[in-house]
């Protein structure tokens, strides 16, 4: 058994983030969020996977390598061009055999794969559908199950409330046959929502549903990829490999970090490896410094995220923004609002943004 991780996309919603950090390995408190991917898989004993790259696969690669160090074979299929979800897995179909587990590669989930493997298994279905149910279904494309958990049938994202017959959407985890894959076009673009599920229905093969009722989200906006984080703080999703927020609230600070006396922080917040917090500076709560960062006197960082390499200068306030790596902030800068830094990005002191 092997998995194909869809990790292709270009994540326009994250830019200007995603100009020089591909959306899959963009940092989830300390680690790269496919790291997360990895640790689901694992659950199931998968250590062969397919990455399916397409967009900057030169960075996903320096990032996880073979595989090796995590005790895993890390395969890449990068597409010369953009393929769609379905057409990214035929790519990878010459590493593929028997079951394949397939997961989009901006999912955030703690769902039982173990339980939906095996009710793949027991059913003899040619695919299996992971569904999750939302409040608001009329923002996405439904999955219509019967009462015995067989799909039958795909509605597009709804225009009419009569049109909304069920609350569970695709959650983007798929267990498939590999003799299922012959339905897919080879080095064409093509959907495997719209275009793939539905056509094993039409030729009569058995698709069936397993319902997660537990964590999920999709990190591909900076509402989504803040919220995951405080959800991380919070304890609503705990992470395989530990996290220093699966108790009560905690004011992290890495034991490679500075932080200087007359420091404020307040719990939860994360301040990683390296990280300078000089005397007077105030780390708020669901605020994540990272790498390498310097936070100067007097300077407040609220509800932000800030990744690697980042200085903050005296006085300065970053509050629910997210901003990214070598960014400059001058003294007495104000930051607010969602605001989204790029990459290297400049404020000269005294701007507000």
């Known amino acids: 058994m092997k998995a194909v991780i869809l990790a292709g996309g270009e994540g326009t919603r994250l830019r200007p983030l995603t100009l020089t950090v591909p959306k899959p390995v963009v940092p989830v408190v300390d680690r790269p969020f496919l790291a997360h991917q990895l640790d689901l898989l694992a659950r199931v004993g998968v250590t062969e996977i397919v990455f399916s790259l397409a967009y900057q696969p030169e960075r996903i690669q320096a ?12 395969h890449y299929a990068v597409e010369e061009t953009p393929l769609g979800t379905g057409g ?14 397939v997961l989009n ?18 059913s003899g279905a040619a695919a299996t559908l ?24 795909f509605i597009e994202k709804p225009t009419d409330p009569s049109q909304i017959t069920c609350d569970t959407i695709n959650a983007g985890i798929y267990v498939l046959d590999a003799s299922t894959l012959s339905l897919m076009p080879p080095r064409e673009n093509h959907s495997i929502e719209r275009v793939f599920f539905p056509a094993l ?19 591909g906006t900076p509402e989504k990829y803040m919220q995951v984080h405080r959800d991380i703080m919070d304890g609503r999703f705990k992470p395989r490999h530990g996290s220093p927020f699966n108790g009560a609230p905690a004011a992290w600070v890495s034991p490679h970090a500075r932080v200087e006396e ?14 300078v917090i000089k005397t ?13 960062c310097h936070v100067e006197e007097h300077a407040a960082v609220e509800r932000a ?16 923004s997210i901003l990214g790596r070598h960014c400059h902030i001058g003294r007495r800068v104000h930051i607010d609002d969602g605001s989204v830094l790029g990459d290297k990005s400049m404020l000269t002191d005294y701007s507000r943004l």
Do not use: M
């Not at 990214?88 to 587990?101: C, R």
């Open 63 to 74: 990032v996880f390598g073979d595989g090796r160090a995590r005790g895993l074979r890390i």
């Open 105 to 122: 590669g901006d999912v955030l989930t703690d769902a039982d794969l173990p339980g939906a493997l095996h009710a793949h298994r027991e």
């Open 305 to 320: 995220i800030v990744w690697a390499n980042t200085r903050i200068s005296q006085d300065a306030t970053v509050s629910r």
């Open 280 to 292: 007077g500076a105030r780390i708020g709560p669901y605020s994540v410094v990272g790498r390498q």
């Open 262 to 275: 007359g420091v404020e922080l307040t719990a939860p917040c994360f301040v990683d490896d390296g990280a």
């Open 201 to 219: 229905l039409r030729r009569g093969d058995l698709v069936r549903a397993w319902v997660h009722r537990g964590y999920w989200i999709d990190i």
């Open 130 to 153: 992971v569904l999750t149910p939302v409040p608001n279904p009329a923002a996405y494309g439904l999955v219509e199950t019967d009462g015995e958990g067989r799909v039958r049938s």
């Open 88 to 101: 990214a897995v035929k790519n990878a179909e010459p590493l593929l055999d028997d079951v394949t587990i």
